[in-house]
């Protein structure tokens, strides 16, 4: 390695999770190719473009007057939870390099997101782990029969005037319905999200969402989250990293630049390289 301090970097941790595909068409044109019409009429949907930033006081101020109605012994895991997190050993659900996944990237994001209006599809790009990506289908497609399940599922809207109003189902059965990036709870299958996206004021946005869980929730949970756009270049979205202290950087028996993987706790903390240098050899 070069002289003076090491740069840390993180990579994301690419890990598929999903079933095998159903049987389908793989020939059928799902994504044609739009039309100058349809390019014209993106102009007359709302805009929403720039950068948008979660108001996370307001998260706060969700998660202390609006909780979901969790099962009773659901509720007892999320009390030691709480309790683990005010005893300084929160458990850090998101540290693992898997994606926040739905609802939650919306929920708890402490990161901005963008949205890339195009013909068929909008696609939210998030700015933590990696530029999440989701998917939001437009095209007039019903829900498929049987989606493959996946971290944010599958997603499908409609305009409704100024509101974009979104049905997402097929949510793997590990995401985590999630209040904070310390305490939530794996949905354990049959999660479902409604949303409804809109303007209150030209730079303020609202997500509506009715979340219903029934393995983990007595019934639907209904919450909003805010975010204000920022058009400032200062507030453009740049690569996500993930875990930060996964690798250092190194240079390869080569001399080339290259990295190798750090040490860590159990809770993603980078350990001192010569931690256990004075500790006695195995016998």
């Given at each position: ?29 799902s994504m044609p190719q739009p039309s100058a019409?349809?390019w014209a009429a993106i102009a007359e949907l ?45 458990k850090g659900l998101f540290i693992d390099c ?186």
């Amino acid at each position: 390695m070069n002289g003076g301090s090491r740069h840390f970097i993180a990579a994301a941790a690419l890990i598929a999770l999903a079933a095998p595909a159903a049987a389908q068409d793989w020939d059928a044109i799902s994504m044609p190719q739009p039309s100058a019409e349809e390019w014209a009429a993106i102009a007359e949907l709302p805009d929403l473009s720039g950068t948008w930033s979660p108001d996370i006081r307001d998260q706060f101020a969700q998660m202390e007057t609006n909780p979901p109605p969790w099962l009773l012994h659901i509720q007892e895991q999320v009390d030691y939870l709480y309790a683990e997190e005010a005893a300084g050993r929160p458990k850090g659900l998101f540290i693992d390099c898997l994606p926040h996944g739905s609802p939650s990237l919306m929920a708890v994001t402490h990161n901005a997101i963008e949205f890339l209006v195009t013909p068929g599809r909008v696609t939210v790009l998030g700015e933590s782990d990696g530029n999440r990506i989701r998917r939001i289908w437009t095209d007039g497609r019903d829900m498929p029969d049987d989606p493959d399940p996946s971290f944010d599922g599958y997603s499908v809207g409609h305009w409704d005037g100024d509101t974009l109003v979104i049905e997402t189902t097929a949510i793997l059965p590990q995401v985590y319905l999630a209040i904070s990036e310390a305490v939530g709870i794996p949905n354990n299958g049959g999660m479902t999200v409604s949303e409804r996206i809109h303007l209150l004021e030209p730079d303020l946005m609202a997500v509506d969402m009715v979340v219903n869980a029934p393995e983990i929730l007595a019934g639907p949970w209904e919450t909003r989250r805010l975010f204000h756009r920022r058009r400032q270049r200062s507030h453009e979205i740049e690569q996500g990293v993930c875990r930060r202290g996964d690798f250092i950087e190194v240079e390869d028996e080569w001399g080339n630049a290259a990295w190798a993987p750090a040490t860590q706790d159990g809770m993603g903390n980078l350990l001192p390289d010569d931690l256990f240098d004075d500790l006695p050899e195995d016998e």
